[in-house]
Structure formats: structure tokens, C-alpha cells
T-cell receptor
Framework: SQKIEQNSEALNIQEGKTATLTCNYT??????LQWYRQDPGRGPVFLLL?????KEKRKERLKVTFDTTLKQSLFHITASQPADSATYLC???????????FGTGTKLQVIP | GAGVSQSPSNKVTEKGKDVELRCDPI?????LYWYRQSLGQGLEFLIY????????KSGLPSDRFSAERTGGSVSTLTIQRTQQEDSAVYLC?????????????????FGPGTRLTVL
């Protein structure tokens, strides 16, 4: 069965640096991947979507890349701020009438 | 309302009792999803609806779990004979649909969740 793997260990980085989070998947490539942010006690909030025919997508300080050869998506936050501290989830969608599969998330802590 | 709402926000029940969790999706959203999230864990997919039908029920943990959606809007997740391992936050999300060319079509908007505690 399809598996989505995110680094379960927390990522601590200094304010101003670029944070890079990894999402790996097994088996077949998704039609698209989504990245969500989740704060404690709240539901996830959508950030970015990247399709299988796209290499990179940007939104303000956020950048997502998608490498179907490596079966990996990278999520970057440039000029990170303490307010970026949260858990970031990737979600795999195979397209059509298929469910979305979420990774377990990576907790990011930006240190002032 | 502007977003997805869920009720109750908190539910404490005794083992063996039945509970009903409610989700009101964003108006016009045809797709609705239920997830479960245990403390410190990722989202566990339970079921999704396209309109009133559920093409995929594979995520329901056991036959004690059931869900329905009426009028293409409100959905109810029912857990019968609750067990302590059912304790978790139950999240609902809705989207315009899926498989569209716009990123927004498949974007899931989540509710605040219902925290279920089974004693």
C-alpha cells in the first residue's frame, strides 16, 4: 500500500534561515501533493499544491519542489520566523475519486 | 457560515455508550472528509463523501463506526459501543470537489475538530 513518510523528528532552526522539510512516498506517484500547516489544537490549513507535471511552485516565502524520480517533495520556508513554528503535513492524492493520504507531519521550531 | 464547523467541540463519554459527531461543511462543497488524529499522531483517514455517497469506506476502523451525509451538506459520524481506544480528535474537512484544474478545487478546509474522550 502507498506510504507517505515525513521526518518524525522535530526540526529546530535559527530565525532567518531556510527550513527544508521532506516528504517521501513509496510506490506510484501521486497526481498531486499538498502541504498543510497545523497549529496545536487546530485543524490543518492548506498552504500549497504541486502537481506531478510541475517541478516547483512558490508562494511568498514558501517553495515546494516535486521529484518523481526520487519520489520526494521538499517544502522550503525562506527567512523563517518564530511564527512559522508549527507542524507541517504533506498529503498525497492519486487523483480522481481517491482518498487523500496524509503524512504524520514534521514539527518545525524556529528559534529567535 | 464562513468555514467548516463541528459539534460538539468536546465530548466525554463512558465506555460502551454511542456518540454522534456532527460536521457542517462550507456551503457548496461537494466533497466531505472525516479524519481521526490521536495525540501526537498524523491524520488517519476514515471516510469521504462525494455528495451523499461514500465511494471509499476503507478507513473506518471497525463496524462500530458509521457515517452518513444528507442533502449533500451535513454529515454525522456515529461511533457505537465506544472503546477507550476511540479517544482522539475527530476532524472534518470539505472541498469543492477533486480532480479539477484549479488548486482550490482539491483544497481541504478543516473544521476545529471534536475531542472525544472515552472513560
Amino acid at each position: 500500500s502507498q506510504k507517505i513518510e515525513q521526518n518524525s523528528e522535530a526540526l529546530n532552526i535559527q530565525e532567518g534561515k531556510t527550513a527544508t522539510l521532506t516528504c517521501n512516498y513509496t510506490n506510484y506517484s501521486p497526481a498531486y501533493l499538498q502541504w498543510y500547516r497545523q497549529d496545536p489544537g487546530r485543524g490543518p490549513v492548506f498552504l500549497l499544491l504541486i502537481r506531478e507535471n510541475e517541478k516547483e511552485k512558490r508562494k511568498e516565502r514558501l517553495k515546494v519542489t516535486f521529484d518523481t524520480t526520487l519520489k520526494q517533495s521538499l517544502f522550503h520556508i525562506t527567512a523563517s520566523q518564530p511564527a512559522d513554528s508549527a507542524t507541517y503535513l504533506c498529503a498525497f492524492h492519486s487523483g480522481g475519486y481517491q482518498k487523500v493520504t496524509f503524512g504524520t507531519g514534521t514539527k518545525l521550531q524556529v528559534i529567535p | 457560515g464562513a468555514g467548516v464547523s463541528q459539534s460538539p467541540s468536546n465530548k466525554v463519554t463512558e465506555k460502551g455508550k454511542d456518540v454522534e459527531l456532527r460536521c457542517d461543511p462550507i456551503s457548496g462543497h461537494t466533497a466531505l472528509y472525516w479524519y481521526r488524529q490521536s495525540l501526537g499522531q498524523g491524520l488517519e483517514f476514515l471516510i469521504y463523501f462525494q455528495g451523499n455517497s461514500a465511494p471509499d469506506k476503507s478507513g473506518l476502523p471497525s463496524d462500530r463506526f458509521s457515517a452518513e451525509r444528507t442533502g449533500g451538506s451535513v454529515s454525522t459520524l456515529t461511533i457505537q459501543r465506544t472503546q477507550q481506544e476511540d479517544s482522539a480528535v475527530y476532524l472534518c474537512a470539505s472541498s469543492l470537489g477533486w480532480g479539477g484544474t484549479s488548486d482550490l478545487t482539491d483544497t481541504q478546509y478543516f473544521g476545529p475538530g471534536t475531542r472525544l474522550t472515552v472513560l
